[in-house]
């Protein structure tokens, strides 16, 4: 049988993604809405048509087994999946690929890169699943190292140990999300870690980017399921001890969870891991405007009862994602459970609903014992949009459109002020720059003490000016959510496209701690050079 291939400049499987004649319909829907004319459908990059320059590099006949120099690979780990990432993909425009993709069969092939990059200067760059949206797994700029080698843990990818007692699982950190979870299965467990990258991303990615997942409240990122890590660097294996808890100091995990790879290569981890949900119950509310039902979530997310869905779509994305006529924000909440049934639970988050002018719909609070309260009505709406949504995404590029996101958290307190300085100041710059064009805001995750809005930036562009008009808009974004008080970023990591905000966020003692930290397990800096801090020292040997 013939192997299914991922889409080496873009999302998914390339024989998946809307047709050229829903594509067309595409163009005509985002036309009228936005009251411009959108060009025809752009035809995607062929490998052929692509220059790549030569490899630079030649690995040592140990490892030439384990590496690509291959077109087809060398061009897939260019680029991550990032609005900016796609349009260089659709100009052919592949100037600085890595020069050697690495496969390593193992942990001690890890080592043996690491050790080889080491030696002759070339950079490292740890590849999961390629699904950065923030330029966190491309080549840093020339003259910074005299190569690039792409570390590709696609075949570290088994659940090794389960614990049933503990509930805990020791995991690679090359496996993909449908893979860790079809081998936790059949001991009826789930890591319960869906992030919408879920499909083509990789546990030791989540872990270096201090991934979100699906569930919107209480565990809602990888760090609350980490419960120690094995990690490679230039000098050395780092481990963890295996603890539910401990005092004894920081926390050597909370040190590479979040390091994006200039650290070291995840290569194991133990996550602690659930019973699977066999109780389910769904609801979906609609309220008159985005504050009211933003009231609504505020009073759920204090009330202890911690759903597994709480995201509010204001009426432009409840409309974008089929779960809403576009006059109403809507409320999609939900529950579930391995142990009890959510009637309760549920009752009483309507009720919050209700105190907030909420409409609830006849029988919103009866327990289901399948997946199908998930799957109907506007919530099952949301969540095909949400799944489809990435390769949707690479259509409406291909159109010549801008679409794209930023993402960040506030506390309740700032959050009215906030959101509508934002949207006001985004929007006024989307329309200048681009002459027409929607800003839309949904929550993806809600805590006691604040919200993570999401913000998709819909609107059309000039195809010689795509990637200029989209750092302007997203500069002034930045700006404004980082003046007002908000994170550059709640769940898509820092990369290199988060480095001018997040330099200004992070304290200036903490830089010279993790500048430290590098200095000690990678002192040569040959990992992800330019990621979180700047290259530092020679990379020569």
Known sequence: MTQRRRKFWGWGYEDEGPTR????????????????????????????????????????????????????????????????????????????PPDVVAFPPDESAVVAFLDWCAAIGAAAIPYG???????????????????????????????????????????????????LEAQLRPHGLTLRHFPQSFEFSTLGGWIATRSGGHYATLYTHIDDFVESLRVVTPTGIVESRRLPGSGAGPSPDRLFIGSEGILGIITEAWMRVQHRPTLRASASIAFPDFAAGAAAVHAISQ??????????????????????????????????????????????ALECCRDHGGRVPEGASRTRADEGAAREGAAGAWRQAFLGAPYLRDAIVGLGMISETFETAITWDRFAEFH????????????????????????THVYPDGPAPYYTVLAPSRPDRQLAQWAEIKAAASETLLALGGTITHHHAVGRDHRPWYDRQRPDGFARALAAAKATLDPKGILNPGVLIDPHHATAP
Request: glycine residues 12%; positive net charge.
């Open 303 to 348: 009330s202890g009862l911690f759903p597994s869905n709480c995201r509010l779509l204001d009426p432009g994305e409840a409309f974008t994602a089929g779960a809403g006529s576009g006059t109403d924000a809507i409320l999609v909440l939900g529950f579930e459970s391995a142990d009890h049934a959510l009637d309760a639970w549920m009752e009483r």
């Open 129 to 179: 699943g390629g699904s950065s949206v923030v330029g966190g797994v491309e080549a840093p700029r020339a003259g910074v190292a005299r190569g690039v080698v792409s570390i590709d843990l696609g075949r570290l990818d088994r659940v090794l140990e389960v614990d049933t007692v503990a509930r805990a699982a020791r995991i690679q950190g090359g496996v993909l999300g449908p893979a």
């Open 420 to 443: 509508a300085a934002l949207v006001e100041r985004t929007t006024e710059v989307v329309r200048r720059v681009c002459g027409a064009g929607t800003v839309t805001c949904r929550f």
């Open 21 to 96: 004649e829903q594509q067309e319909r595409m163009a005509q829907l985002l036309a009228a809405r936005l009251g411009v004319a959108i060009p025809h459908p752009q035809s995607p990059p062929r490998l052929e048509e692509l220059t790549l320059r030569a490899p630079r590099l030649a690995p040592p006949p140990a490892l030439a087994a384990f590496c690509s120099t291959a077109p087809y690979d060398r061009a897939g780990h260019t680029y991550g999946k990032s609005f900016r990432d796609l349009v260089r993909g659709f100009r052919r425009d592949f100037a600085n």
